[in-house]
């Protein structure tokens, strides 16, 4: 039901208003001025039914599930019957110990006094005997065939048409390091060039990744590992500077260089060598050669210099006169140096090659002063003692024997290598190995009559002097299109091992048969006669 209040006109305000609205309107009747009572009225229901709910409708779905059923069982183990068994030592038994014999030592003494005689001179027999001379055990597998263990090479280099233009051994002769340049004719003095190195003991090797590249904005011509620092490698530039890297820090590996000074070469780079300082044999130099006609000493100072000690200077006037030298070919009174190698006898005494062809017996302890006009902060001095006749050509590597103080290799660009003494100015014996170009020349470290070269025509030439000293052992083709091979170095730690870089930006690391690694008998007996030989 609903109720409705009938309205009227609102009583005036006022006390009697407050008692109307007390007594719910019925405290007075109605009379004039006066409204009705409030009163309540009935009225129908009004029933609106919604619509929503039938347009919505309301479903309802009823579902269940049941889990699989679970299936037991009952097992019962018993454990295998097992059985107890004693064992008890026998008694021991006493060893009796049998008593010493009785010698007749008056017989065995004439026994002896009899077959002395005969027992001695049997004895003398054996140890004059040669039978077993140059004998060794050897329990090592015997390598029966030369091998390329490793053909390694750095794309980006590759690409640019660089060669590897030398090549260097670490100190623990693990890691093999190669420059990359440009030997052949063409200005390379802005060419972009790098110094890679490969670690042969790291597991998973990767030949086409070097594990160090430095980038150097001149091209490399050389490159010399330190002796004691494995990671320690000096360059020397086309741009005639002459650099050292750490390749242990990647980020910045850049030691100590030159600079352009009036004291740095002003021609390129030929080679470079670390000597040991005198007095100080943990402490070492850089030697640099190049074909300016400049020898110089390096030292490493602080911020990141090599501080020029000494330094050298070949003028054509000043060489020792012991044999017919040609003019130079430019007319100049500078000698051009080509390669250098140390006395492994003497620390002060070096071989130089030279532009000219001819071989220079040379010493640090020289003192003439030199006839020159290149500017240097140190007084340069003369360092020839001996001139030796020359090659056809230039001298483009040298190598002292480190089994014999006075004999030298030289190989040149007449195809030649010559074997010199010291002691006189014509070579020993001269071997023709090549219609081209003969770029590097090596002694074994462990062999004193083996020796290597690499040559213009792609080959590697193993010599092996105690077997023929007119044709090689062993010749290896390192390229197959004759591209030339420009250096090589042994391995004066894993003494079987070979490495060789060629035109086409590879280095091979070849494996030597067991014959370039063992000493025969009397070797070093057949070298020193060569050397008398030569020497009369």
């Known amino acids: 039901t609903a109720t409705r209040a009938q309205s009227g006109p609102l009583s005036p305000a006022g006390s009697a208003g407050v008692a109307v609205l007390a007594t719910g309107g019925v405290a007075s009747g109605p009379g004039p001025g006066r409204p009705g009572p409030l009163q309540d009225e009935t009225l129908g229901v009004a029933s609106v039914p919604s619509q929503w709910r039938a347009v919505q409708g309301i479903g309802g779905e ?22 107890d068994a004693q064992v008890q030592t026998e008694a021991p038994v006493p060893v009796s110990v049998q008593p010493l014999s009785r010698y007749d030592m008056p017989r065995l003494a004439a026994f002896l006094r009899r077959v002395e005689a005969m027992v001695i ?3 003398n027999k054996n140890w004059q005997s040669h039978a077993f001379d140059g004998f060794e055990v050897n329990w090592t597998e015997q390598q029966q065939m030369v091998s390329c263990l490793y053909t ?9 048409g660089l060669h590897v233009t030398g090549i260097s051994w670490n100190s623990t002769g693990s890691v093999v390091a190669c420059a990359y340049g440009r030997l052949d004719h063409g200005d390379w003095s802005t060419l972009k060039s790098f110094v890679c190195a490969w670690n042969l003991d790291r597991r998973g090797l990767s030949p086409r990744q070097p594990s160090a590249v430095v980038e150097v904005p001149s091209a490399v011509l050389c490159l010399a590992f330190h002796p004691t620092q494995p990671s320690h490698v000096a360059g020397g530039l086309y741009s005639g500077e002459v650099l050292v890297w750490d390749l242990s820090r990647p980020e910045d590996p850049l030691l100590w260089c030159t600079g352009l000074t009036d004291d740095t070469h002003t021609d390129p780079v030929s080679q470079v060598v670390w000597l040991p300082e005198p007095g100080h044999s943990h402490r070492f130099q850089v030697l640099s050669v190049a074909t300016d ?39 100049e009174t500078e000698v051009g140096a080509t390669a ?20 220079l017996k040379c010493s640090l302890a020289a003192g003439e002063a030199a006839l020159t006009r290149m500017p240097s902060s140190v007084p340069l001095r003369a360092p020839a003692q001996f001139t030796f006749s020359p090659h056809g050509g230039p001298v483009y590597s040298v190598s002292c024997s480190p089994f014999h103080r006075n004999l030298f290799l030289s190989a040149g660009t007449d195809g030649h290598v010559h074997l010199y003494s010291m002691l006189q100015a014509p070579p020993l014996t001269s071997l023709q190995l090549s219609l081209k170009y003969l770029f590097a020349v090596r002694w074994s470290p462990v062999r004193p009559l083996v020796f290597a070269a690499a040559s213009g025509e792609g080959d590697v030439l193993l010599f092996d002097l105690q077997k023929s000293s007119q044709k090689p052992t062993v010749l290896i083709k390192q390229t197959q299109d004759e591209s030339p091979v420009y250096c090589l170095e042994f391995n004066s730690q894993q003494t079987q091992l070979l490495a060789a870089g060629d035109a086409q930006g590879t280095v091979k690391v070849w494996q030597l048969s067991t014959e370039f690694v ?3 008998p009397r070797e070093a007996e057949d070298l020193d006669r060569l050397a008398a030989e030569v020497a009369t």
């Open 62 to 83: 009823t579902k269940s599930c049941q889990t699989a059923s679970i299936a037991t069982a009952n097992v019962s183990a018993q454990a295998r019957s097992h059985v």
């Open 293 to 331: 006609g400049k020898v110089l000493l390096w030292r490493g100072v602080g911020a990141g210099q090599l501080q020029l000690t000494e330094g050298f200077a070949l003028v054509m006037q000043q060489l020792p006169r012991s044999t017919k030298l040609k003019k130079h070919s430019r007319g």
């Open 121 to 123: 001179r049997e004895l």
């Open 518 to 520: 063992e000493q025969g």
């Open 152 to 160: 390694l090479g750095y794309p980006p280099a590759q690409a640019q």
């Open 340 to 359: 250098v190698a140390f006395s492994s006898f003497d620390p002060r005494l070096f071989i130089l090659g030279t532009e000219g062809g001819f071989p």
